[in-house]
């Protein structure tokens, strides 16, 4: 049993457990994509850690969230490098993960994070765990598409898994798909601004 081993099953549960919150609204306070109870860090002594971003899944008026379907797909350690990924990188870094090897502006509001180390690679990158403990084991390279959702709110929009088709034509369908959900959700949200004013 690695050292770690405790915190990638608490991860697994959490996704497993969580529930989705409704488009993101002005009136409520959002929830994060990672549970607080898992955002203990072993390597700063266990104390507690507030993210600077909060982390939610894009869900469209039929009550589908396209980026959680894909990630509930993903084999074990993909899903826990994704996982761990977004909680020790999207939400403490939130937009400015585009000036890092991890993500790229797209344009038009529309970002894409990118994942290409494991679970303990990640945390070994940010300084949570020794490199002696990233040892690599099974390969990621995954993308995922985001926009911002008010204030200091990443919305998960959809995702893919680049390491089974590395063509130029899948990514642009990829990123076409995500700007078609970014629009949907924009203009769901000026509905939502007349339906008020």
Same mark, same amino acid.
Not at 23 to 39: E, F, H, M, Y
């Given at each position: ?5 405790? %915190?990638?099953?608490?991860? /697994? ?13 002005? =009136? ?12 203990? #860090? ?9 993210? /600077? ?15 959680? @379907? ?28 585009? %000036? ?17 180390? =494991? ?10 765990? #020794?490199?002696? =403990? ?32 590395? #063509?130029?034509?899948? @990514? ?16 769901? @949200? ?8």
């Amino acid at each position: 049993m690695t050292r770690y081993q405790p %915190e990638i099953r608490a991860l /697994d549960r959490a996704l497993r457990n969580w529930q989705p919150t409704p488009q993101v609204k002005a =009136t409520r306070k959002p929830r994060n994509l990672v549970p607080a109870a898992c955002q203990c #860090s072993p390597a700063r002594g266990g104390e507690l850690t507030v993210p /600077d971003w909060t982390v939610e899944f894009y869900r469209d008026e039929d009550g589908r969230e396209p980026c959680r @379907q894909w990630m509930e797909k993903l084999g074990r350690e993909q899903r826990i490098a994704l996982e761990t990924a977004i909680e020790v990188v999207l939400t403490e870094r939130g937009l400015d993960v585009v %000036e890092t090897e991890y993500g790229k502006p797209l344009g038009g509001g529309l970002y894409e994070f990118r994942l290409r180390w =494991t679970a303990a690679e990640v945390r070994a990158k940010a300084g949570r765990v #020794s490199d002696a =403990t990233a040892a690599k084991s099974e390969k990621v390279m995954l993308r995922v598409f985001f926009c911002t959702a008010g204030r200091k709110i990443i919305l998960l929009l959809s995702g893919y898994d680049k390491g089974k088709d590395q #063509s130029d034509r899948r @990514q642009s369908r990829e990123i076409t798909k995500a700007r078609k959900i970014l629009t949907a959700y924009q203009e769901a @949200q000026k509905r939502a601004g007349k339906q008020r004013g």
